[in-house]
């Protein structure tokens, strides 16, 4: 979400690299054995790279341990086939590391610098809607979102709605305030679902409703 890069963006590092770290890991173009291979080549030719750009022992111990940390995760999602990219930030002097499953990416990506590295989480976010999906019914609701191929139940509002009576009784006055206690509780149920829906906008800022 937008606010989870503003968050990365107001990450305080001192003089520390924070590590950025982008993988394409689509199985479906490549094998797992070949995605480790590239992961490996990537941070080994990062490291070649940066290492006599490090001004102090502390900036190689910490960026030493990012690329441990970005190793390891990477290695595991990989046997896991869950993604189809990952975005990975690590500043190990500072305990930055944060994780983000994304869809499909063109290409890896490390980058070791002063700040976290955004740009292609902001080309994502530009290009990918976050839709809220209701399904409601006199009785019952759910609340979906879909954002980058992804379909997530976030609520279930169910409420219990007397039914409509045929037997009048005196006057038909029995049915009368029957059915006028059925239309006040479909009307609290609408509201509820409604409530439900603007506290996830609220949350999350959806694109659109459906």
């Given at each position: 979400?937008?606010?989870?890069?503003?968050?990365?963006?107001?990450?305080?590092?001192?003089?520390?690299?924070?590590?950025?770290?982008?993988?394409?890991?689509?199985?479906?173009?490549?094998?797992?054995?070949?995605?480790?291979?590239?992961v490996k080549d990537l941070l080994q030719s990062a490291k070649q790279r940066l290492v006599d750009k490090l001004g102090s022992h502390?900036?190689?111990?910490?960026?030493?341990?990012?690329?441990g940390f970005i190793e390891e995760f990477a290695m595991q999602e990989i046997f896991a086939g869950r993604h189809k990219a990952l975005?990975?930030?690590?500043?190990?002097?500072?305990?930055?590391?944060?994780?983000?499953?994304?869809?499909?990416?063109?290409?890896?990506?490390?980058?070791?610098?002063?700040?976290?590295?955004?740009?292609?989480?902001?080309?994502?976010?530009?290009?990918?809607?976050?839709?809220?999906?209701?399904?409601?019914?006199?009785?019952?609701?759910?609340?979906?979102?879909?954002?980058?191929?992804?379909?997530?139940?976030?609520?279930?509002?169910?409420?219990?709605?007397?039914?409509?009576?045929?037997?009048?009784?005196?006057?038909?006055?029995?049915?009368?305030?029957?059915?006028?206690?059925?239309?006040?509780?479909?009307?609290?149920?609408?509201?509820?679902?409604?409530?439900?829906?603007?506290?996830?906008?609220?949350?999350?800022?959806?694109?659109?409703?459906?």
């Open positions: 979400s937008r606010a989870q890069v503003d968050s990365l963006l107001e990450f305080q590092n001192g003089d520390c690299l924070v590590t950025s770290c982008y993988l394409n890991l689509d199985r479906a173009k490549q094998q797992p054995q070949m995605l480790k291979i590239r502390a900036q190689f111990e910490s960026l030493r341990a990012d690329f975005a990975m930030f690590s500043c190990a002097a500072h305990k930055l590391w944060q994780t983000y499953s994304l869809p499909p990416i063109p290409r890896n990506i490390l980058v070791a610098d002063l700040a976290p590295y955004v740009r292609p989480l902001m080309a994502i976010l530009s290009r990918h809607r976050r839709y809220c999906v209701v399904l409601a019914d006199r009785s019952g609701g759910q609340l979906f979102e879909v954002y980058m191929g992804e379909i997530l139940e976030r609520t279930d509002v169910v409420d219990t709605v007397p039914r409509r009576v045929k037997d009048g009784g005196l006057g038909g006055r029995d049915e009368r305030n029957m059915e006028r206690r059925h239309d006040q509780a479909i009307q609290q149920h609408f509201q509820r679902l409604a409530d439900a829906t603007f506290k996830l906008f609220k949350r999350d800022k959806f694109d659109y409703l459906v």
